[in-house]
């Protein structure tokens, strides 16, 4: 069952859909997903709606929306900060812990690329979430950056857009703006996998505010709450290396996966159901839904 709903943000009005496994009886209360979309993204025809899609036929319920500035959600377009996505995923919770669908001991956050990122910081600071899946996720903005602009030509050219979009906003009062793939390359080949309802200009201030996030600071704070960092074991987009670094400073339990023969988008390629296979049997031991079976 799916319903669409919204909820509030810190005063902004956010868009949801609501999964809730048919398998549920009267008055059972199921452990629950906060499900959190990629950069500029949106909960629907997307990564984030593939994911929890996915939780509902495990036996949980998963909420999925569109963070504030992105989607159908209330917030000036594209201007994303880091921490108000974070906020947003804090207030995500609260709101699923009211529905009576929903154990409010028992809600993990789940992200795909940016929205791992957030996945993992919300985990840190807030000790409500149960647990968290990063996947394809980054734990150093900067880092991730240099990982994403590799040569010193590359790296002049994103860095110098960054010194044009502060200068810019100085001398003017507003935003510069540049292509989304400026800031994150992205293969063409692997385009189609975004949802048609992405941004594809963003203001440089998010760039900025991505560059500075840092969800390494606060990862070894999850524990003992369990965290699972899966990737691409050749991820064309971010990084495989941010998640083994993720991994390294996060305190036990927690798991590394890394998988073969796709980049980025796990769940939308050949061999999904491999994937989601390992996903299900690492929720079937640290994080069990009663309707698992």
Known sequence: MQEKLTFQSDGLTLSA?????????????????????????????????????????????????DFRC???????RAQVRCLDQVFDAKNALTF????????????????????AAVAVYSAGVDSRFACVISSCGWG?????????????????????????????????????WISRFDAVPIPEPLRKNLSPKAIMEIPVETAISMYN????????DISPRPALFFHTADDGI?????????????????ELMLITGTSHFPLSAEDAPRTKAMIKGWLDKFFPSPLAA
């Not at 906060?34 to 709606?49: Q, Y």
């Not at 495989?240 to 927690?254: D, V, Y």
């Open 213 to 220: 996030f840092r969800a390494d600071d606060v990862v070894g």
């Open 70 to 76: 992105c989607g159908e959600s209330e917030g000036e």
């Open 140 to 176: 150093d903005g900067e880092r991730k950056f240099r990982g994403q602009h590799p040569t010193p030509e590359a790296w002049a050219r994103f860095s110098g857009l960054l010194e044009q979009g502060r200068k810019h906003k100085r001398e003017t009062g507003k935003s510069m």
């Open 96 to 115: 699923l812990a009211s529905r009576p669908e929903v154990d409010p001991t028992r809600i993990g956050v789940v992200g795909h690329s940016f929205g």
């Open 238 to 254: 971010t990084p495989t290396e941010q998640s083994i670094r993720l991994f390294e400073k996060a305190g036990q339990p927690a």
């Open 17 to 65: 859909v609501l999964h809730v496994p048919e398998g549920r009886k009267a008055d059972q209360r199921l452990p629950a997903f906060i499900v959190l979309h990629g950069f500029v993204g949106s909960k629907d025809e997307s990564h984030a709606e593939i994911q929890a899609r996915m939780l509902e036929d495990f036996g949980y319920v998963a909420l999925r929306f």
